[in-house]
């Protein structure tokens, strides 16, 4: 395990040591060397309080759901999405599964095999996706300056050159939907339909 560019490969409380490996052969490595140090100090491992842990599949990615994926999606309620952002965003999560299934990219292993070798999907952007679109319905539903942002008009000239893509225009983009559709529809009883819809 590497923390700060340190390799480490054993944490020690007391008189316990917990040795940390990527494979069963590195760990028996270390267990060797450990029994080889420990006969030189006329010491020996207890065998019956010995255990070896292999962490599944189905933890590790609970542990990048958890810990890994919120500090990517801090503030994404707020982010214009655009295409090259979730182009990104994709990438990023393939890049996070490939290493937490220890998949190298020597290895040439597509995004669906490692998809499949997960037994999951992506979820990434669905889950950013559905968090905008909850954001907009909380902002439209209520008369306060954060509706005012999405549907009024800031006085004065039109700045030159391209404009910047709004948070409205954006969600419309990915969604199909016009900007007035959307407004129209956070406030009807659909709009948790809606939503639903847009990440399936």
Not at 2 to 9: F, Y
Request: aromatic letters at 6%; a positive charge.
């Amino acid at each position: 395990m590497v923390v700060g560019g340190s390799n480490i490969n054993n944490i020690r409380y007391a008189d316990d040591t917990v040795l940390l490996a990527t494979s069963v052969e590195k760990l028996q490595g270390l267990v060797d060397n450990v029994v080889l140090e420990s006969a030189k100090r006329g010491l020996c491992v207890n065998t019956k309080t010995t255990e070896c842990m292999i962490i599944p599949v189905a933890t590790r990615l609970r542990v990048l759901e958890c810990y890994v994926l919120p500090v990517l999606k801090y503030g994404s309620e707020t982010w214009n999405v655009s295409k090259e952002m979730e182009k990104r965003s994709n990438a990023s999560e393939m890049w996070f599964l490939r290493r937490f299934l220890r998949i190298a990219c020597e290895s040439h292993t597509t995004n669906e095999e490692v998809l499949m070798k997960a037994d999951t999907e992506r979820k990434l952007m669905k889950t950013i996706k559905k968090q905008l679109l909850q954001f907009l319905g909380h902002c439209m539903r209520k008369d306060g300056m954060e509706k005012l942002a999405h549907t009024g008009k800031i006085a004065g000239k039109r700045a030159r050159g391209r404009q910047r893509l709004t948070f409205l225009q954006s969600i419309a983009e990915w969604s199909g939907r016009s900007a007035i559709g959307l407004i129209q529809c956070t406030e009807s009883w659909n709009w948790h339909k809606m939503v639903a819809d847009v990440i399936r």
